[in-house]
């Protein structure tokens, strides 16, 4: 079974606007961090979140971690061309050793 | 040095041949990881190193297998794969397995098995 489902699988969106992405946990997350990847490329590390209630941005990206640390969203202010590819999100649990990943989401961004 | 590096950037065999692909890193970091990503899905995990000792593997048949030489260098070497191995292979890096220091990844290798 899929630990960490993420949504939408798909998002197209106009220049300048606002999106959401989100990711959830079946279980309580011991670290969730977010990736963006362009296609064939390797990971981009975007953010990694913690502790519950977390939120963190970097230019136009913010990220925030739930109270009851299963949940995570990123969202994206004014979106640009350079914001496509594809967001992942990734987890680690209590008592696990490995980062999981959720299904990502594939982002496109036209003019 | 922050990064990843993986060598070679792309490669091409036979089911028959024996190759392997290399991760270095230079941070510091004793925990390891190697990563298999189909088209259009996530990475999944194969393989955690931890301090030079396999630490978990996830299932992965053995004509993958892992190396791990010294702290800096992870190693992958792959024989008698099949077609549908063709894939991204990623390594990353960790200062432990134990959080929270957060993963750096590397660009991949492109493998395609023919």
């Known amino acids: 079974s899929q630990e960490l489902e993420q949504s939408p699988q798909s998002l197209i969106v106009q220049e300048g606007k606002n999106l959401t992405i989100n990711c959830t946990s079946s279980?309580?997350?011991?670290?969730l961090y977010w990736y963006k990847q362009k296609y064939g490329e390797g990971l981009i590390f975007l953010m990694m979140?913690?502790?519950?209630?977390e939120e963190k941005s970097h230019e136009k990206i913010t990220a925030k971690l739930d109270e009851k640390k299963q949940q995570s969203s990123l969202h994206i202010t004014a979106s640009q061309p350079s914001h496509a590819g594809i967001y992942l999100c990734?987890?680690?649990?209590?008592?696990?050793?490995?980062?999981?990943f959720g299904t990502g989401t594939r982002l496109q961004v036209f003019p | 040095d922050t990064e990843v590096t993986q060598t070679p950037k792309h490669l091409v065999m036979g089911m028959t041949n024996k190759k392997s692909l290399k991760c270095e890193q230079h941070?510091?970091?004793?925990?390891m990881y190697w990563y298999k990503q189909k088209a259009k899905k996530p990475p999944e995990l194969m393989f955690v190193?931890?301090?030079?000792?396999?630490?978990i593997n996830e299932s992965v048949p053995s004509r993958f297998s892992p190396e791990c030489p010294n702290s800096s260098l992870l190693n992958l070497h792959l024989h008698a794969l099949q077609p549908e191995d063709s894939a991204l292979y990623l390594c990353?890096?960790?200062?432990?397995?134990?959080?929270?220091?957060?993963?750096?990844f590397g660009s991949g290798t492109r493998l395609t098995v023919v």
């Open positions: 990353a890096s960790s200062q432990e397995v134990a959080r929270p220091y957060g993963y750096t």
């Open positions: 279980k309580t997350l011991y670290g």
């Open positions: 979140l913690q502790k519950g209630g």
């Open positions: 990734g987890a680690d649990w209590y008592n696990t050793d490995k980062l999981i």
């Open positions: 941070m510091g970091h004793r925990a």
């Open positions: 190193y931890s301090y030079e000792k396999l630490s």
